[in-house]
Each structure stands twice: as structure tokens, then as C-alpha cells.
């Protein structure tokens, strides 16, 4: 009996270890991570830097090295050599990133199902299906062919390796701990992972299926009318080129037959939703002529999704030949955006139309070949594997065109602009060697140096905006543009005919370019790049005109301008769209039909300024998303029981529409035996947003403007107590201030340069290090809520005093 | 309570945790560790098995408590974090440690000192 009962102790006991030791569903092993001695605790941090060396790190290097950290946590590495730079830029990043950079090369690379099971397998196929890692495998052929590139990732991988082998259980990153896995060695391949996830950030947002579905309920007609080619309204990037009438371009014809019938059926449940709208980024120059010492001074600042950890990593770099400072990625080398002693630069999307689909016709059900210019060719395969956790292997196989890769074969739904049958043709997928343009950029030292470094750019195009210690300012609308025949790809393409291919590239001479220009300034915010003199299609559509317009307003006025002016402008909170159209929206409210009279007369005396505390900005959004909602009922699709909700047209479309003709038939209701006009329309959306507010918030007064936004920046893992509060913070979607929900201005940088040596100001809203243990997880957040920019310490070499500097390493 | 034995749980323990934390290998070992432990403690010491289930929990206990207010007290953020994700103030997170810890070795004792039971009766 004593036996049996110690039997069953034992085995209790060791039952109870073993629970403790294993993850159920999404509870990490609590054994594990309520360990004192290796769990969640080890992770708590001291407020100074302790970066581990490994014992044989200085014999990993080629010379001396040192590492400096300022009161940041910046790290500002002086080598001797490339790869001993690389080797520390790795190391060093990776010490304080190394779960983002798994996590995001996993989720560009579909492998987050590893980690977290079954329920991102659909996620995960569909980031292969797309042929993230067929076009990073492309670029990484690309790189190996130069021997410098070469250089630089080795060096990068290593370090990164370096650090991951210094690595036990206690050191692991928290979220390694609580998912319940080990990190793995680093491949360049990541690298060029997480390069072609930026892309599909920046470049993969396709209309080709919302406007066929458009085209194919409503007709030509209504996709001409609102959704036109040039909007009412734009101030482009670049003013008119008198070169652009010289040139002789090829442009191909357009071919006999573009209309495709493409409807793809009803169709919803995505497993993607669409980026949210009206966000971009901003970048602009003044030149010397308009600022106080007479030398430009450039700002930049991206709007990216906002997330814990930042989306980049602050750092200096300091080689022979080159010194720079300046934000990076987590997982590439160089600095992305910033300045070296000569010359500063920043970037914003251009988002052309680089991705289109191709509607597939197979011979037949069995789907080995397809049709291509009147004969079949035959499909190629490929066979993903995905190792499922707690699930085990599953194999997916992948349709491929010469196209490329045929997304959805079964209509599973991926993602609301993916259509069925239909081939992705992406610029991305090409080889590609942008790591290069970075390359280049850091060691630049004039206006040849940074065309030069340009020419290695292919996707996802960028606006570079540039200045430099020569006072040149200039702006590159730059990347790899496909050579097009007008709207080729606003619809779906016919994959059968050879006519609808992309038929070259424009050349890089012939992509937009401006250079010092009379007004001396120069700015970008994702606007159309060119107006419709500029001899190439490049889109149909960009960001609407209220960013760049509002921008362009305030830096024709600047004069005698400093750090602080250009500052000041990235924190404009103006609602230009609110300016365009709110008059015409009151002018047809009836006061004697709405509700809470009061605030019309607020909205009449409203400044448009879309403050954190201010309820004006709430009720004006809220208004127009239910006049819209009201005006373009004929955009709902009903078959059956299901619903298509087709893309309604731009916001400035349907003002147009208002001041043009506030009886036009789009404002009749069709379900109505009233003939409604757009003034019933605009009294009925207000009641709407009245009710709507009332509520949500209880009473309108408390309808605050960050409230009503509600943006929190999220921990990547979406674990809520690694994520911020509510935002208190102005701005919004389509102002110059642009933080939506979940996106904004990820970095703001302004940079004054000067004979010697610049100075540069920056901020970005979390911290350098993506432990939520440390206190530079998120110290910079409220430097950043307050609108502020910390100094940027740019140091000329290892030894110059600096009160900033917390730490030094000498190897 | 003899002060002989619970200085021998004392010691060897934190002996046991050190190597554990030096060793920091990529596979967390310091909770089978203290299953190890716990056993051989039982077994080496001739005690009831009530009392070999307390010494190594007050052993395992005190050892997780100064540890965890040790780093809680240079170092809050990451203990207030996680006590937020589990919807518990810090001061509770840092006793239901303990008590963990100390449950461990406690039950590793008495496993210990049972087996002890059946082999030298």
C-alpha cells in the first residue's frame, strides 16, 4: 500500500512539473515563466546599458571597435573596417530587437503558424501565395552578384549570429519566453524577407478588383464619373518638367480590348482587411534662401503602422569613409533615413501601380495549362510546406504563371483585392538591390553621390527628398516604374494576351526629378507625383490633395526659417478636407430638422484643427462617414443573403458632386419612394452622428477627438499590457499630423544643415530597446506626444566629449 | 524545526540555482532542477515527510521571495507589466512566485522523503 501511494505521489509530482512545463493554448508554461531565476523576471532591466560581449568577440573583428551608448540608448559604432561595422550594427540590434526581427521575417515569410498554431495558417499560406519568399529569394540571387552587398549582409548576418549564440533560456527576449520558442540563426535571406514585407506594406495595395467589380454592377460610365484619372483637386510633387515634352517616350498602345468581364462573385469574411486609408508620410525641404543661416534644412516624417516595438532602431555608424546617423530597420543594415556630414536625405511612398492581377483561362479542369497569346502553356508548381504547431506538417501548392504566382485558386477569400484564378504580376518579385541605395546613401557627399545611389532602387518607390551642405535640394520620385498604357491595371488584366504584359520600364533619367527650383523648396506627401502633362502612366490614383496641398500653403509663406519652423509644420493638425467641404455641408443642413442644434453653430465656428480635446473633429468624421454611407447606398451589392460592398469613390468626389449639384441622382435613396436630395441626406447623417456619439460617449461634449480616434500603439504580439493608453495626441487621416488609428508618424526627423557638420532632431513614438522590462521601451513616447524632437548626438569620432554618453565598449 | 537541516535545504538550493543560472542554457533547467533537488533533500534527510514538504517549501519560498522583491525593487517595469497581463497588482504576482517555488520543492521533498520511507523503513 505505501508503495502505491508513493507510486501515485510520484507520479504527481512529476505530473505537476510537467504541467507547469508545457504551453496550453495561448497560456505560456507557467513553470517556466514564473521562475524567478530564468522567467519573465530575468528580464527586468538596470537603467544602464549591460551589453554581453561573447569572450571571443574581439577575435571576430578585423581591428579595433568601440561602442558608445548616450543617454538614449543610441549605440554609435566607430570600426576600422565595412565588416567590422556590419559585424556591430548586427550585434547590436539584435540585442535590443531580436524578437521583432524573428517575428516580422516570420510573417513575411509565412511562418508565423510555427509559433502560434493553426489559427495563422491562412495568413501564413497567403504571404507565400503572394511570393513574398520567391521575390526575396530573387533579391538575395540579386545581391550575391555584388561583391559589396555581399560584404555588408554577411558581416550583418554574423553579427546578428554572434549575438544569438551568447543567448540561454534566461536571456531569451520576454515574448520568445511566453510564445514558448527558441530563436534561430539569422539568414540574409531574412534580410531580404523583411525588405519585400516593407514592399508589400508600401507597394501591395491593388484597385484592380474593386474597380472591375465596380465596372462590371455599375457600368463604364459611373467608373468614369467618380473614379477618375486626376482628382478635382491635387497639387502634384514635382512641378511641370519642360523636359517632359522633349522626350520621345514608347509608350504602349492601347489594346483593342480592355474590358474584361471580371466579376468575381460575392465575396467577404477576408482573412486581411485594407490598410487604413488617408495615411502616407511627409517629407520637405527649404533651401537656403528661406532659412536663418542660410543652408536647407530637410524633414521627414513616415506614417507607419505604430507598434511596440518601434519600427525603427536609432543608430550611428562610423567607418573609414563614412559617418552617419539616422534611423535603420531591424534586420537590414545601413541607415534608412538620415544625415552624414555632408548631406541628408528622407523618404515617402510613391505607391505606383506595380502589382496587378491577371485573370487566368486554363484549358481546363484540371488546371495544368493556361492560355497565353493563343496557345497553352503549361503551370509550374510549388510545394509549401508549413510546419503547424500542435498541428503538424501541411503542404500547399502553389499554382505559377509566368506572370507569377495564381493567389486564390479555390476562393478562399485571402484578401479583399485579391481576386480568384488570377496571377500576381508584382514589381517585388523581381531581383532587386535597394540594401545597395542605402549603401551608397550613408557615404554620400553631394548631389552626383545620391543619383548615383538612386539607380539601385527598384520597389517600393520612394519620394527622396535630399540636401546638401552645397545648399542643393531635390526630390527623386524614385523606384522602377513598369511602362504602361493608360490605366493598364486600374482594372484586372486578360492573362491571355500579350498586349496586357508590362512592356518595359520607364527610364531612371525619366522618373520624376526635381532640383533646386525657383520656389527653393521642395515637398512630398504622397500626392500624385506628376500632373497630366508628365508623358507616362504611372497610377490613377494617390493620396488625395490635402496633405501636400496644406503642406505647399505653409512653405510658400516660410521665410527665415529654422529647425523649429519645419517642426512645427510636421505637428500641423489642419483638416483641409474639412475646409473643402464642411461650408457646403452646413449650407444644406436644415437647422429645423436636426437634432443638438448648438453644434452646428460650433461646426460653423469650428477652426478646422483637428485637436486632441476638441469635439469638432469628431462630429464632422462621424457626420460625413454616415453621409457617405447615405449617398452611395448604390454601391451595396445584394445577391441572395450575401452583401458586396463596392469601394466608394474618393472623399473629394463626393463633395464635388455636393457643390455641383446637390440634386443629382446619386443623392436619391434608392429603397425610397421620396425623391431625396443631398440636403435629406446631410439632416439624416447628422441625426445619425448625433445618436451615434451620444451613444458611444454618453453626451457629445465628451466626444473628445483622441478619444473618438482611439489610437493605442500595440506591442507586435498584441499583448495588451506591453501596449500604450489611448493616444492624446491631435492630427488625423489626410493632415499633415497624419496619425489614424493605427498608423502615423513613426519617426519625425528634422535636419538643419550646416558647413561643418549638421544637426539633426529626431523622435519616434516607443524607445530604443523592445524589452517591455527596460525603461527605454517607450521613454520616448511622451517626448513625442508633447510634439517635441530630441537632439540627435552625432558624434566625428569615438573620442569627441559628450556629456550624453553612459557607455563606452572598446574591443 | 531543525536549524541543521533547513541550513542544508538553504544552501544546497541556492548552490542548485546558481549552477542552474550560470549554466543558462537554451532549454529552461532550474524548475527540473528543483524537482532533483527536492527529491535527494528528502531522501538524505531523516525527517517526517510532513516536515520534509515544509522545509523545502520555507526553503524554496524565502529563497523566491528576496529574489523576485530584490529585482522588483531595482527594476519595477517588467514585474507591474506582468502583473498586468494577468490582472493582478505586482505585490501579488511576487507571492503567488514564491508560494509557486516554494509548492515545487516542498512536493519534490515529500516525493523524496517517501521514497525514503519505502527503502529504509
Redesign the interface.
Known sequence: M??L??IL??F???G??YF??QKIGKTPA???I????????Q????DRPDVSMPKNFSSQLKGKAEILFDDLMVPHIFAQSDEDLYFLQGYVTAYFRLWQMDMITRAASGRLSEVIGEIALKRDRFMRRIGMVIGAENTIKALSQDTIAQKVMTAYTKGINAYIQT?????FP?EFKLLGY?PEPWTPLKTALLLKYMAWDLSGKSSDKELSDIRYYLGENVVKELFPNYPPIMEPIHPQNPNWKTWKPEIPKIPDNTSLTSNQGITQNFEFTKTEKGLGSNNFVVGGTRTQNGYPILANDPHLRLSFPSIWFQIQLHAPNMNVVGVSLPGAPNVIIGFNEHVAWGVTNVAPDVLDYYKITFKDASRKEYLYNGEYRPITYRIDTFYVRSKGIVLDTLEITHHGPIVDSKGENFHPECPKDHAIRWLAHDPSQELLTFYYLNRAQNLQDYRNALKYYSCPAQNFIFASKNKDIALTSNGKYPLKWKEQGKFTLDGANPQHEWQGFIPFDHNPFTLNPPQDYLASANQFPVDTSYPYYLHWEFASFERGKRIHDRLKNLYNANVDSLRLLQLDNKNLFAEFALPSMLNYLDEQLIQEKKWKYNLERWDYLHEPLAVEPSLFTEWFKRFEQLVWDEFIILQGKDTLQLRYPEPVVTVSLLKKDAENQWFDIKNTALRETAGHLLVLAWNQAIQELQKSFGSLERAVWYQYRGTRIVHLAL????SSEVLKHGGGSDIVNALGKTAGPSWRMVVQLEEKKPKGFGIYPAGQSG?????Y?DNLLPVWLNGNLKPILFLENSQEPSQNIIAKYSF | MNSVIFLYYLGSTILTLTLGKLLNTPYPITHWLLLFLGVILGLVFRTTRVKAFFYGFITSFIIALIYTLMIYVQSPLMTQKFAKLLGIQPTGLILIIAILQGLLLGLASLTGAWLRKILYP
Open positions: 505505501k508503495v501511494k508513493f505521489l510520484f504527481f509530482t512529476v505537476i512539473f507547469l512545463s507557467l513553470g517556466y514564473l521562475n524567478p531565476y530564468e522567467g519573465f523576471l528580464q527586468s532591466e538596470l543567448l540561454g533560456y534566461q536571456n520576454i527558441s499583448i495588451p499590457a506591453f524589452n517591455p522590462g527596460s525603461r521601451y
